[in-house]
């Protein structure tokens, strides 16, 4: 195969981005519908926290399980699911209620992101791991971009049960499309594979996927600290109203979404460790001046450089993890890995974060944030010491993109 499956590729971006979009729609409003019906701080947390623990819990079981069965029943039954929580939101009135949707969608989530991400792995011609994986992650980007601010704007032209209707009429416009145009099962790659997935055991010893898993971990971390103490830093110490403060948290998102795609290609013409490393660094440094800097418009810069370092790093990453679960017939399991990474990550640098800034300051979770990070790059450059599918140079694929 020297070319990926467009039909299938669009199928899948467009699942992904419908998916985001529709839960980037309803997050921001949650809190304040919560509120509303009398929710208090600890079940406010509760809401966002039921849908982390089930995501995190579900993501290496469906991720394996899709290399068993197949990817396309979890794509459509997790879109389905998708479309239930939606409506399931504008029924509930009470917060018990929000509390278990919030858990089931998380489950959804386990069930979709990284089987979509390990089927485009299974359809992605060796050496152009990273222009495909670049392009596909867009999607996520997009729907991460989009989501709240359409979802602010049908709240306020509209309602919340709007807001709510959007998120499952484009879960199920994704379902539509992934019921009708993804093959058969029987025909998807990882059912005609010659030999077993490998074991658990190996591929959680595996030092490439060692590797992989802690700078995924930092990253994560990194983003936990800024989405949850970067809005509290811009309203205590520079009084900024909810736009500006918004534009702060997202603009990091975008930066690193438009680098995908460029960064992706130039993934599969030099080292992808070093692009790893060299990201790494820039975000390092960009946690660490959210830190020294005291103006709205230096934080900008610092989110910017934020969503380079990103924007340099995770394309390499996600074509490093594609050779990895190729190389180990472990894609599924190698996604998943690596989303619970994602997850645990951005949990655990909140909360890690939020006891350091209680025991010296506020601006104290960025630098920290910093160490965690080095930590994780050091974990990386010790396990990873070798690429072993480094590309080689090669030309663009005109036929795809």
């Given at each position: 195969?020297?070319?990926?499956?467009?039909?299938?590729?669009?199928?899948?971006?467009?699942?992904?981005f419908?998916a985001?979009?529709?839960?980037?729609?309803?997050?921001?409003?949650?809190?304040?519908?919560?509120?509303?019906?009398?929710?208090?701080?600890?079940?406010?947390?509760?809401?966002?926290?039921?849908?982390?623990?089930?995501?995190?819990?579900?993501?290496?079981?469906?991720?394996?399980?899709?290399?068993?069965?197949?990817?396309?029943?979890?794509i459509?039954?997790?879109?389905?699911?998708?479309?239930?929580?939606?409506?399931?939101?504008m029924?509930?009135?009470?917060?018990?209620?929000l509390?278990?949707?919030r858990?089931f969608?998380?489950?959804?989530?386990?069930m979709?992101?990284?089987?979509?991400?390990?089927?485009?792995?299974?359809?992605t011609?060796?050496?152009?791991?990273?222009?495909?994986?670049?392009?596909?992650?867009?999607?996520?980007?997009?729907?991460?971009?989009?989501?709240?601010?359409?979802?602010?704007?049908?709240?306020?032209?509209?309602?919340l049960?709007?807001?709510?209707?959007?998120?499952?009429?484009?879960?199920?416009?994704?379902f539509?499309?992934?019921?009708?145009?993804?093959?058969?099962?029987?025909?998807e790659?990882?059912?005609?594979?010659?030999?077993?997935?490998?074991?658990?055991?190996?591929?959680?010893?595996?030092?490439?996927?060692?590797?992989?898993?802690?700078?995924?971990?930092?990253?994560?971390?990194?983003?936990g600290?800024?989405?949850?103490?970067?809005?509290?830093?811009?309203?205590?110490?520079?009084?900024?109203?909810?736009?500006?403060?918004?534009?702060?948290?997202?603009?990091?998102?975008?930066?690193?979404?438009?680098?995908?795609?460029?960064?992706?290609?130039?993934?599969?013409?030099?080292?992808r460790?070093?692009?790893?490393i060299?990201?790494?660094?820039?975000?390092?440094?960009?946690?660490?001046?959210?830190?020294?800097?005291?103006?709205?418009?230096?934080?900008?810069?610092?989110?910017?450089?934020?969503?380079?370092?990103?924007?340099?790093?995770?394309?390499?990453?996600?074509a490093?993890?594609?050779?990895?679960?190729?190389?180990?017939?472990?894609?599924?399991?190698?996604?998943?890995?690596?989303?619970?990474?994602?997850?645990?990550?951005?949990?655990?640098?909140?909360?890690?974060a939020?006891g350091?800034?209680?025991?010296?300051s506020?601006?104290?979770?960025?630098?920290?944030?910093?160490?965690?990070?080095?930590?994780?790059?050091?974990?990386?450059?010790?396990?990873?010491?070798?690429?072993?599918?480094?590309?080689?140079?090669?030309?663009?694929?005109p036929?795809?993109?």
């Open positions: 195969m020297t070319v990926v499956d467009k039909r299938i590729f669009t199928t899948l971006f467009f699942s992904l419908t985001v979009t529709g839960v980037g729609i309803v997050v921001p409003l949650l809190p304040v519908y919560a509120h509303d019906i009398g929710a208090g701080g600890l079940y406010i947390g509760l809401i966002f926290g039921a849908f982390s623990i089930s995501r995190s819990l579900f993501l290496p079981y469906f991720g394996r399980l899709s290399d068993r069965k197949g990817r396309k029943p979890f459509v039954v997790g879109l389905v699911a998708y479309a239930a929580v939606s409506f399931a939101f029924l509930t009135e009470d917060v018990s209620g509390i278990i949707i858990f969608q998380g489950i959804a989530s386990a979709l992101m990284p089987v979509c991400q390990a089927y485009i792995g299974d359809i011609p060796k050496g152009r791991e990273g222009t495909v994986m670049g392009t596909f992650n867009v999607a996520m980007f997009s729907g991460l971009t989009i989501g709240p601010v359409l979802g602010g704007l049908i709240n306020d032209r509209f309602s049960d709007a807001a709510f209707a959007a998120m499952g009429f484009l879960s199920v416009a994704g539509v499309m992934s019921l009708c145009f993804l093959p058969a099962v029987e025909k790659q990882v059912q005609q594979r010659q030999r077993p997935a490998t074991q658990w055991r190996h591929l959680m010893t595996d030092p490439s996927i060692v590797a992989l898993f802690s700078i995924r971990w930092g990253y994560a971390a990194c983003i600290i800024i989405w949850g103490f970067l809005p509290v830093l811009a309203s205590s110490e520079l009084q900024l109203a909810s736009a500006p403060t918004g534009l702060l948290v997202t603009l990091g998102v975008m930066v690193s979404g438009v680098m995908h795609i460029p960064i992706g290609a130039l993934a599969d013409r030099m080292s460790r070093v692009l790893v060299g990201g790494s660094a820039v975000i390092v440094s960009a946690v660490a001046a959210f830190y020294w800097t005291h103006s709205y418009y230096g934080l900008l810069i610092a989110s910017m450089v934020f969503g380079l370092g990103g924007g340099i790093a995770m394309p390499a990453q996600m490093l993890a594609v050779s990895a679960g190729s190389r180990l017939d472990a894609m599924g399991a190698v996604m998943g890995v690596l989303t619970l990474a994602h997850s645990v990550g951005m949990l655990a640098g909140a909360v890690l939020g350091f800034m209680d025991m010296f506020l601006r104290a979770a960025f630098p920290f944030g910093g160490l965690l990070m080095t930590a994780s790059l050091v974990v990386f450059v010790v396990f990873h010491k070798a690429d072993a599918a480094t590309p080689t140079p090669r030309p663009a694929d036929e795809f993109i």
